[in-house]
C-alpha cells in the first residue's frame, strides 16, 4: 500500500509540473461563476472523495479546479497543453488526485518542500495543513495567499459566518470543518453564500449542499450527519516574496 501511495504522488507531481509550466490562469469573476454552475451541475459525475479519511483533500482539488483553469481541464479531460495526455477516466483521475494530495498534506514536508507536522491520514486533514497546501498551490485565490485557520467559537458563530460570506463574496471558496459537539469529523467546501444561506460542495455526496445562517448559529446542521461548524480556513492576505 505505500509503493501505490507513492506511486499516486509521483504520477500526479509529474502531471501537475506539466500544467504548471504554463502560466497560472486564475478565472476572471465571471467565468469563475460560470464554473461554479457547471461544477453544481456536474457534482455527482465523479466528484466523490475515494474513502472516508479524504473530505479535506476533496475539497483542496476542488478549490484548485475552481480556480486554475489548465488544471480544472486536466482532470475533466485529461488535457494538458492541447493534447489528451492522461487516460484514465474523470473519476479514476480524480480520485487519484484527490488520494495523492491527502499524501503530501499529511507527511512531514509539504507541497512548497518545507517541513511541517505530519498527521495520521486515518484522521483526515489537519486543518493547518489544508490552509498551507491552499497557500502554496492557490486554490481559488492567487498562488503564496496566506491562508488561516478560523476556530469558530459557538458563542461567536454569527461572526464566523459573516466571515465566510465575506471571503465568498470576493471569489474565494472556503472549506469548512464541520462535526459533532466532541470533535469535527468532516470538511465541505462552501462555494457561494449570502446573509440566509450559504452553498457548499460537499464531497461524501458529491453534490451541493446548502446551510443556513439558522442553522449554522444554532450548531444544527444537516451536513453528511454532522451538525456543528468547527473551522473555516480563509485567505490572510499575500505572503512576503
Known amino acids: ?62 478549490a484548485r479546479m475552481l480556480g486554475d483553469r489548465d488544471y480544472a481541464r486536466w482532470l475533466e479531460t485529461g488535457e494538458v497543453a492541447g493534447r489528451t495526455r492522461d487516460p484514465r477516466p474523470r473519476r479514476r483521475r480524480f480520485a487519484d488526485e484527490v488520494l495523492a494530495t491527502h499524501v503530501r498534506t499529511n507527511r512531514w514536508y509539504g507541497a512548497s518542500g518545507a517541513r511541517q507536522v505530519a498527521w495520521p491520514r486515518a484522521l483526515g486533514t489537519a486543518p493547518w495543513a489544508l490552509a498551507h497546501e491552499l497557500t502554496v498551490t492557490g486554490g481559488t485565490s492567487a498562488p503564496g495567499t496566506r491562508h488561516r485557520v478560523l476556530v ?64 449554522f448559529d444554532r450548531g444544527a446542521l444537516r451536513v453528511a450527519g454532522w451538525s456543528e461548524p468547527w473551522f473555516a480556513v480563509l485567505p490572510a492576505g499575500r505572503t512576503a516574496h
Do not use: K
Open 152 to 215: 469558530i467559537s459557538p458563542r461567536r458563530r454569527g461572526e464566523a459566518y459573516d466571515d465566510v460570506v465575506g471571503a465568498v463574496g470576493r471569489g474565494h471558496a472556503v472549506p469548512l470543518y464541520v462535526g459533532n459537539r466532541t470533535l469535527p469529523r468532516h470538511v465541505v467546501l462552501v462555494v457561494g453564500g449570502d446573509d440566509a444561506a450559504l452553498t457548499a460542495y460537499d464531497p461524501a455526496s458529491g453534490g451541493p449542499v446548502t446551510i443556513t445562517r439558522d442553522a
Open 1 to 62: 500500500m505505500r509503493l501505490l501511495e507513492h506511486l499516486w504522488v509521483l504520477a500526479a507531481d509529474l502531471v501537475r509540473a506539466a500544467v504548471a509550466r504554463r502560466p497560472h490562469q486564475v478565472f476572471a469573476p465571471a467565468e469563475l461563476t460560470a464554473t461554479r454552475r457547471d461544477l453544481h451541475r456536474d457534482l455527482h459525475a465523479g466528484l466523490v472523495q475515494p474513502d472516508r479519511t479524504t473530505c479535506g483533500s476533496a475539497c483542496l482539488v476542488v
